[in-house]
């Protein structure tokens, strides 16, 4: 058996196809200019076609591996057919037909973004050309510089919440509020009693009503005035009583703590003895050295 493709190109099947072209119509071309079109049904279908051709253009330009050149080209041929779109529109409105460039929908990217409008104003970039050198760059956006707020400004924003008059209308400042503020209550009386206890335990070490006699220190002052009074009046001055009612140091913890102030003073006064005899040794063993 023969195959297809010598079947194809037998005699009678050459002379089918001939037949068959001759019975077409020959392909109309799109005029050049969108003015010379006189019928609106010609002039939407010439629309629809320059969509078609920008949908498959679009479909192309999304792939990066088409190198650079090509892909200035396809996005050129894109802005081109945008335009002659627009133009399209303008003459299908002139012939009567329908407002296309209010009503159209846009054209989008495979992602569903709009990437150009009814109107088709403006050079544009799609897909993978958005990425070529110098374009990049085009699409990067400037740093957002913050732009200082003046005085009038910032008042402007400063309403009632800001100095919280309605800070307890929403129902849960106050029992944080009462929260905090019985935790702090129960703070100061524990610390309130702590500080009377140690009142009471050192109120309890003295006898109620003991009297305690000490000699008054006297000054010049009270030597001249003292000249003029009576031997009863001095010898009832020079012994003052009061009543103690702080625990009072006994003889021997007075001797105590002078023996403690006196060994203290022993043990610093010997340790800087000690410091200056080895400076002296360090400075004699430089000087033997030199």
Sequence with gaps: ??????????????????????????????????????????ADKWRLQILREIGRKVMDIQNPG???HRLRDLNDEINKLIREKGHWEHRILELGGPNYA??????????????????????RYFGAAKQLPGVRELFEKPPETKKRRS???MYKR??????????????????????????????????????????????????????ARVKPVFTEEDDLDEEGSSDDEKSESKTREFVAHVPLPDVKEIERMVVEKKKQEL???YTSEVLLEE????????????
Excluded: H
């Design 279 to 290: 400076q002296q040794e360090a400075k004699n063993l430089l000087n033997i050295k030199r």
């Design 66 to 68: 088409l190198g650079e």
């Design 1 to 42: 058996m023969a195959r297809n493709e010598e079947k194809a190109q037998s005699m009678l099947n050459r002379f089918l196809a001939f037949k068959n072209e001759e019975k077409k119509k020959p392909k109309e071309k799109r005029p050049y200019l969108a003015s010379e079109c006189r019928d609106l049904a010609d």
């Design 102 to 123: 209010r009503t159209a929908p846009k054209i989008t990217d495979y992602e569903g973004k709009d990437i150009v409008d009814c109107r088709g104003m403006g050079y």
């Design 151 to 153: 005085r009038y400004e």
């Design 267 to 269: 043990l610093i006064k």
């Design 158 to 211: 400063i309403d009632a919440d800001y100095y919280g008059y309605r800070d307890e209308e929403d129902g849960i400042l106050e029992p944080l509020e009462k929260e905090a503020e019985q935790k702090i209550r129960a703070k100061a009386i524990d610390e309130w009693n702590r500080i009377e206890a140690v009142k009471n335990a050192a109120k309890k070490t003295v006898r109620s009503g003991e009297v």
